[in-house]
């Protein structure tokens, strides 16, 4: 049995290698003359770009686009933070609710008001209260909408958010 396997594996190395010394035939010919040709494309984008331009409903579409702002005009609307960030600057974090109390409500035959305390300052305001305009007990801009006495409540606009303040009993 062994000189069996040994015989079997004798023939077949040797296969192996009378067959990889054996030439090779690896030309192999193609004809590519019966392929269509392709179609011509136009590579000139900037020509394509001014015939589609030159279309008259094109025209009147572009007229009508409006054109992006300059970009400082833009930025100059807007605060962005502080340039040292140990520095009391102008821009305020939206701690109104914290700096903001209320301390009790005066209802009169004329008008409603309010006693508040805002960053050290203590006073009364009314509804036609605006904030940086008449009072400085409330932040620049902040517009009173509404004063309740009976439900003990106060309504504040602050940058486009409504505020509402309650009296609580002790």
């Known amino acids: 049995m062994k000189n069996n396997f040994r015989s079997f594996i004798l023939i077949f190395f040797t296969s192996i290698f009378l067959f990889s010394c054996s030439q090779k035939n690896n030309n192999i ?6 392929l269509p040709k392709p179609k011509s494309i136009k590579s000139n984008f900037n020509d394509q770009l001014e015939e589609a331009l ?7 579409f572009i007229k009508q686009l409006i054109p992006f702002e300059d970009r400082k005009k833009l930025l100059s609307k807007y605060k962005f ?9 102008e821009t305020q974090l939206n701690q109104f609710s914290s700096n903001f109390k209320l301390k009790g409500f005066l209802n009169t035959k ?4 309010v006693f508040v305390s805002y960053q050290g300052n203590e006073g009364a305001i009314s509804e036609d209260s605006v904030g940086g305009l008449n009072t400085n007990l409330l932040p620049n801009g902040a517009k009173v ?3 309740d006495p009976k439900n003990r409540q106060l309504k504040i606009s602050f940058n486009n958010e409504d ?8």
């Open 145 to 147: 909408k509404t004063i």
């Open 54 to 60: 030159g279309n008259e409903d094109n025209q009147l």
């Open 163 to 170: 505020f509402t303040f309650e009296l609580k009993s002790i």
């Open 81 to 89: 933070g502080k340039k040292d960030p140990f520095s009391a600057g």
């Open 110 to 113: 004329m008008e409603n008001f």
């Open 29 to 34: 010919d193609l004809d590519l003359s019966n």
